[in-house]
């Protein structure tokens, strides 16, 4: 999540601003890199837990 959210929210910040020809369009990657983070941090944390869960059932 550290090495993806970064890059994902760089190009598509970048890609959208070439899109619509507007250089501010590109600060969209600051909404996008929170939000990726958080996912990546929430699925690590349910992987985390479910396997710890799976263990005790066995």
């Keep these: 999540m550290v090495a993806i959210s970064p890059f994902l929210s760089f190009s598509v910040g970048l890609t959208y601003a070439f899109i619509v020809r507007d250089g501010w369009a590109a600060l969209i ?27 005790k059932a066995m």
């Design 29 to 55: 990657m600051w909404y996008l890199f929170p939000i990726g983070f958080i996912i990546g941090l929430i699925m690590l944390l349910v992987g985390i837990f479910k396997k710890k869960e799976i263990e």
